[in-house]
C-alpha cells in the first residue's frame, strides 16, 4: 500500500508538456485528493487512535468534509510535502534528487524538524493505573487539520526508517519529478513512459550531433 508521505511527494509530476503539475494547487484540489486518502491515513492514524475520536480523525469522509478548512489542510499538506520532498531528496542516492527539488530544498534540520514536530501532535501511550494498569492514547490535539499534518509527519518518519527507503529512487528523465520505488535492481525510471522517452531523445541527440 502507498503510503501517505509517498502519495503526498507525488502531488507534484510532470503534466506532458514540458511543465510540472501540481495536483494540490487550491484548496478545493486538497480536500478532493484527501478524498482518495483513506486507506493510507486510517494505516497512520486507525490503528492507535480511540473510535470516539474519529470526527477528528477521518476528514476525508463525506460527512466530514464540510467541517475541515479546506484553507488551513492545503496550506498544511503544501508545507508539509515540502519537507518530505526535502528528507526523500536526501534518501536517494547522493547528488540525485528530484530535478524539480535540486536548487531549493529545505535545510534538513528544518525538514526534520517539521515532520517530528507534526508527527508529535498525534501523541503518545501512557500508563494510567485504576484498577489494573492499562496503556492510553494521549493525543495532544483535536484539531482535524494539525492531526492531517501528524498523520503525514508520522508516515514519513515511518516509510524512511523502514524497507522500502532502500528502493526510493528519483526518476532521472529529464522532463520527471517523481520519486518512485524501484522493483528491480534494473530498473532505471519510474515508468516505460519516462524510459520510452528518454530512449527517443538520446536517439535524437546521437542523430544530431552526427
Known amino acids: 500500500m502507498t503510503t501517505l508521505a509517498f502519495a503526498l511527494a507525488a502531488t507534484i509530476k510532470h503534466d506532458g508538456h514540458g511543465g510540472i503539475a ?10 478532493a485528493w484527501l478524498r482518495e486518502q483513506k486507506p493510507p491515513l486510517t494505516h497512520v492514524l486507525g490503528p492507535v487512535l480511540p473510535t470516539d475520536l474519529g470526527r477528528f480523525l477521518h476528514p476525508i469522509r463525506a460527512e466530514i468534509l464540510p467541517n475541515l478548512d479546506a484553507s488551513r489542510a492545503w496550506c498544511e499538506l503544501v508545507r508539509m510535502r515540502r519537507a518530505v520532498r526535502a528528507l526523500f531528496a536526501r534518501a536517494v542516492a547522493p547528488g540525485a534528487p528530484s530535478k524539480v527539488d535540486a536548487d531549493r530544498l529545505m535545510e534538513l534540520d528544518d525538514a526534520l524538524r517539521m515532520v517530528n514536530d507534526a508527527a508529535g501532535r498525534l501523541g503518545t501511550t501512557r500508563l494510567e493505573w485504576v484498577d489494573e494498569p492499562r496503556l492510553r492514547w494521549a493525543y495532544q490535539t483535536e484539531d482535524p487539520v494539525e492531526l492531517l499534518a501528524g498523520a503525514v509527519g508520522r508516515s514519513a518518519i515511518e516509510f524512511l526508517s523502514g524497507p522500502d527507503r532502500e528502493r526510493l529512487r528519483a526518476c532521472p528523465a529529464a522532463r520527471c519529478v517523481k520519486y518512485f ?19 527517443v531523445n538520446r ?3 546521437k542523430r544530431t550531433a552526427g
Open 181 to 199: 520505488l524501484q522493483d528491480d535492481p534494473r530498473q532505471t525510471w519510474c515508468s516505460p513512459a519516462c524510459g520510452n522517452r528518454e530512449r
Open 22 to 31: 501540481d495536483l494540490l494547487s487550491t484548496p478545493e484540489e486538497s480536500v
Open 203 to 205: 536517439h535524437y541527440r
